[in-house]
């Protein structure tokens, strides 16, 4: 449908204005022409209840009178990936829709003496690590358990948590804000809810229980009139205005494989593939420190060696993630059939009755547990434990959806908006007589050639951004494939010509074989893009050397850098290389900023609340 251009004469706009609305409005979809006309929506309501006009889910609720917050749910979230940022929006979304004043903070800007003047709280946390907090959430969970939290007699709370069942600490965080909320007094509105990583059913029930529990304190304090709900938004590269992605988890873009092949020499004991995958008229965008998704599919070997060693006929119809499927066809694509957790292992002992394994399940035989799931699979279990007679439909209700695998881009969008770049690890290990590898680097590795195709998502990551600023230095250790977030950062600064420097901390194993896109680093250092590198080969030499001890050796420069005001990031594993450098990063602080071990780590802290030190650590 053809709209007429808006005219100077009949509209209250300026030429200039005119001119730039009907340019824009040339260019935009009618799904981005309804999310606009919802947005301007929001921002008129926001005007005319005095609250200063932002982007949609970030305005304020005018003050009452006396100066105290209009707003009567407040929602704090704590994530490393954005996922409990994206819950709390929707549910401050869904209700401004209600009329309900809501405000969604994130935990690293919320002020912990203002927790006991609050009376209707969620909270939204994923776990990090091994049970431990997202790095915006540590400040405020070590205040609720410590000896300066207040009494919470006032407050009516709910917690949602978001974890993953494979790991021993799941969702431990968000259990320990919960019990915590109502050791100090508060009131559980309703059971917590703790989301696996196929989240999203879940998360959208805890919002609509939430409304719907709360609305009784809310009615008193409603705001009147709102903006409708809008859609999840982000901003697209070069774009002023917020757009919607055209792909998501539940709908993905099927990419085309342009370019794999393996980084690493011959003779290295890693196998790590440059990826390339084609978003050419796809819409897909992104901004360095974003993640992909991919949909992988389960190895057909595992999959026919479970239908066998359960008797199952491939054929038999089950009842799938999106109806009537075929069995072969559910375990291959739709659901998790290697790592083993606790909910998988309780269920399958309902069907098995071993005395065995119902005791292994009991709560003084965690550790036992732990070490039975460690390095197995589900096909080892069903072996260990067989169970006869069972449907096919009743094992696929047992299992849960199989996960995307998020990849850290290693492409700028600016610097090639048609194709998007990973850097992934082939998994491969022998445990408990079997050999193993992992479902999407294998698939990437071993099934998908250079004209092979994959589902994709961009998975946003809102902890883990440049500096506004492009005059502003940055540090980045990124050993192994941890560096491939930062090969993004560094294309990106190239093509917006920044002039803030850049050093690189990279580590592997050899020089010879495994300094991943070598050839880039050398390039943009000789174009003097590159101020610094340093390297960490650990096998080159008699005594292994890590990225930690490069921090070390450079510590006086480190620590002027981040006295300049330079940004710094972590890319990698988190249970070994991410604590060492937050420790080195600490023991830097002592030394060269002449400060005792407390006010170090107070530094490092503050660091991670300005946002300067930044992580995306697994």
Same mark, same amino acid.
């Given at each position: &449908?053809?709209?007429?251009?808006?005219?100077?004469?009949?509209?209250?706009?300026?030429?200039?204005?005119?001119?730039?609305?009907?340019?824009?409005?040339?260019?935009?979809?009618?799904?981005?022409?309804? !999310?606009?006309?919802?947005?301007?929506?929001?921002?008129?309501?926001?005007?005319?209840?005095?609250?200063?006009?932002?982007?949609?889910?970030?305005?304020?609720? @005018?003050?009452?009178?006396?100066?105290?917050?209009?707003?009567?749910?407040?929602?704090?979230?704590?994530?490393?990936?954005?996922?409990?940022?994206?819950?709390?929006?929707?549910?401050? $979304?869904?209700?401004?829709?209600?009329?309900?004043?809501?405000?969604?903070?994130? &935990?690293?800007?919320?002020?912990?003496?203002?927790?006991?003047?609050?009376?209707?709280?969620?909270?939204?946390?994923?776990?990090?690590?091994?049970? %431990?907090?997202?790095?915006?959430?540590?400040?405020?969970?070590?205040?609720?358990?410590?000896?300066?939290?207040?009494?919470?007699?006032?407050?009516?709370?709910?917690?949602?948590?978001?974890?993953?069942?494979?790991?021993?600490?799941?969702?431990?965080?968000?259990?320990?804000?919960?019990?915590?909320?109502?050791?100090?007094?508060?009131?559980?509105?309703?059971?917590?809810?703790?989301?696996?990583?196929?989240?999203?059913?879940?998360?959208?029930?805890?919002?609509?229980?939430?409304?719907?529990?709360?609305?009784? %304190?809310?009615?008193?304090?409603?705001?009147?009139?709102?903006?409708?709900?809008?859609?999840?938004?982000?901003?697209?590269?070069?774009?002023?205005?917020?757009?919607?992605?055209?792909?998501?988890?539940?709908?993905?873009?099927?990419?085309?494989?342009?370019?794999?092949?393996?980084?690493?020499?011959?003779?290295?004991?890693?196998?790590?593939?440059?990826?390339?995958?084609?978003?050419?008229?796809?819409?897909?965008?992104?901004?360095?420190?974003?993640?992909?998704?991919?949909?992988?599919?389960?190895?057909?070997?595992?999959?026919?060696?479970?239908?066998?060693?359960?008797?199952?006929?491939?054929?038999?119809?089950?009842?799938?993630?999106?109806?009537?499927?075929?069995?072969?066809? @559910?375990?291959?694509?739709?659901?998790?059939?290697?790592?083993?957790?606790?909910?998988?292992?309780?269920?399958?002992?309902?069907?098995?009755?071993?005395?065995?394994?119902? $005791?292994?399940?009991? %709560?003084?035989?965690?550790?036992?547990?732990?070490?039975?799931?460690?390095?197995?699979?589900?096909?080892?279990? #069903?072996?260990?434990?067989?169970?006869?007679?069972?449907?096919?439909?009743?094992?696929?209700?047992?299992?849960? +959806?199989?996960?995307?695998?998020?990849?850290?881009? @290693?492409?700028?969008?600016?610097?090639?908006?048609?194709?998007?770049?990973?850097?992934?690890?082939?998994?491969?290990? $022998?445990?408990?007589?079997?050999?193993?590898?992992? #479902?999407?680097? @294998?698939?990437?590795?071993?099934?998908?050639?250079?004209?092979?195709? &994959?589902?994709?998502?961009?998975?946003?990551?809102?902890?883990?951004?440049?500096?506004?600023?492009?005059?502003?230095?940055?540090?980045?250790?990124?050993?192994?494939?941890?560096?491939?977030?930062?090969?993004?950062? #560094?294309?990106?600064?190239?093509?917006?010509?920044?002039?803030?420097?850049? !050093?690189?901390?990279?580590?592997?194993?050899?020089?010879?074989?495994?300094?991943?896109?070598?050839?880039? !680093?050398?390039?943009?250092?000789?174009?003097?893009?590159?101020?610094?590198?340093?390297?960490?080969?650990?096998?080159?030499? +008699?005594?292994?050397?890590?990225?930690?001890?490069?921090?070390?050796?450079?510590?006086?420069?480190?620590?002027? !850098?981040?006295?300049?005001?330079?940004?710094?990031?972590?890319?990698?594993?988190?249970?070994? &290389?991410?604590?060492? #450098?937050?420790?080195?990063?600490?023991?830097?602080?002592?030394?060269?900023?002449?400060?005792?071990?407390?006010?170090?780590?107070?530094?490092?802290?503050?660091?991670? +609340?300005?946002?300067?030190?930044?992580?995306?650590?697994?």
């Amino acid at each position: &449908m053809k709209i007429s251009p808006l005219q100077e004469q009949t509209s209250p706009l300026s030429a200039q204005q005119a001119e730039q609305l009907n340019r824009l409005i040339e260019t935009l979809t009618s799904t981005q022409v309804t !999310w606009i006309s919802g947005y301007l929506t929001g921002i008129n309501a926001s005007v005319s209840q005095g609250a200063v006009p932002g982007q949609a889910g970030q305005s304020q609720p @005018a003050p009452a009178a006396g100066g105290e917050p209009a707003a009567s749910l407040t929602i704090l979230y704590g994530s490393q990936t954005g996922n409990a940022e994206g819950i709390g929006e929707q549910l401050k $979304a869904n209700a401004e829709a209600k009329g309900y004043a809501a405000q969604l903070v994130d &935990m690293d800007d919320f002020k912990p003496n203002q927790l006991k003047k609050e009376k209707n709280l969620v909270v939204l946390v994923s776990t990090h690590g091994e049970g %431990e907090p997202p790095d915006n959430a540590i400040g405020l969970h070590e205040y609720l358990h410590g000896k300066k939290a207040p009494k919470l007699d006032g407050l009516n709370f709910a917690v949602l948590a978001l974890g993953d069942t494979s790991y021993e600490f799941y969702c431990q965080t968000g259990k320990d804000f919960d019990t915590k909320l109502e050791e100090l007094g508060g009131t559980r509105m309703f059971d917590r809810v703790d989301c696996d990583v196929d989240y999203e059913d879940a998360a959208e029930e805890f919002v609509a229980k939430t409304l719907e529990k709360f609305a009784d %304190e809310l009615a008193g304090d409603q705001q009147g009139d709102v903006a409708s709900a809008h859609p999840t938004v982000t901003s697209m590269p070069g774009m002023g205005a917020p757009t919607e992605d055209p792909y998501s988890r539940k709908n993905p873009y099927t990419a085309e494989v342009l370019t794999n092949v393996v980084l690493n020499g011959r003779g290295s004991d890693k196998e790590v593939r440059h990826i390339e995958l084609s978003t050419e008229d796809s819409g897909l965008s992104w901004e360095p420190g974003d993640s992909l998704g991919l949909l992988p599919d389960n190895s057909p070997t595992i999959v026919n060696e479970l239908i066998g060693s359960m008797g199952f006929s491939e054929d038999e119809q089950v009842t799938g993630v999106d109806g009537e499927v075929p069995l072969k066809e @559910a375990l291959s694509r739709q659901y998790e059939i290697t790592t083993l957790t606790r909910p998988f292992v309780e269920k399958y002992a309902q069907q098995a009755e071993s005395k065995k394994l119902n $005791a292994l399940l009991a %709560e003084d035989k965690r550790s036992e547990l732990a070490e039975y799931l460690d390095g197995r699979h589900v096909i080892d279990l #069903v072996e260990d434990y067989p169970i006869t007679g069972l449907h096919g439909n009743d094992f696929v209700r047992m299992l849960r +959806k199989l996960p995307p695998r998020l990849y850290s881009i @290693a492409s700028s969008y600016a610097a090639n908006p048609d194709e998007v770049h990973l850097t992934v690890a082939t998994v491969r290990y $022998a445990s408990h007589g079997r050999e193993r590898e992992g #479902v999407a680097s @294998a698939q990437l590795a071993d099934r998908i050639g250079e004209d092979g195709q &994959m589902p994709i998502y961009v998975d946003r990551n809102k902890n883990f951004k440049l500096p506004e600023s492009d005059d502003t230095p940055i540090i980045m250790i990124g050993p192994g494939t941890g560096v491939a977030p930062f090969r993004a950062f #560094v294309q990106e600064r190239e093509e917006r010509d920044a002039s803030g420097k850049n !050093w690189l901390f990279f580590g592997a194993q050899h020089f010879l074989t495994d300094f991943l896109y070598q050839s880039d !680093w050398v390039k943009w250092r000789d174009k003097g893009l590159m101020s610094r590198i340093d390297v960490a080969f650990s096998r080159d030499q +008699k005594d292994k050397i890590y990225v930690q001890d490069k921090l070390r050796k450079q510590g006086k420069d480190i620590y002027a !850098w981040l006295q300049d005001g330079a940004n710094l990031y972590v890319c990698g594993d988190a249970n070994a &290389m991410a604590l060492d #450098v937050h420790e080195a990063l600490i023991e830097i602080a002592g030394e060269h900023g002449g400060m005792k071990a407390d006010a170090a780590a107070d530094y490092v802290k503050q660091l991670q +609340k300005d946002k300067r030190y930044q992580r995306d650590v697994y």
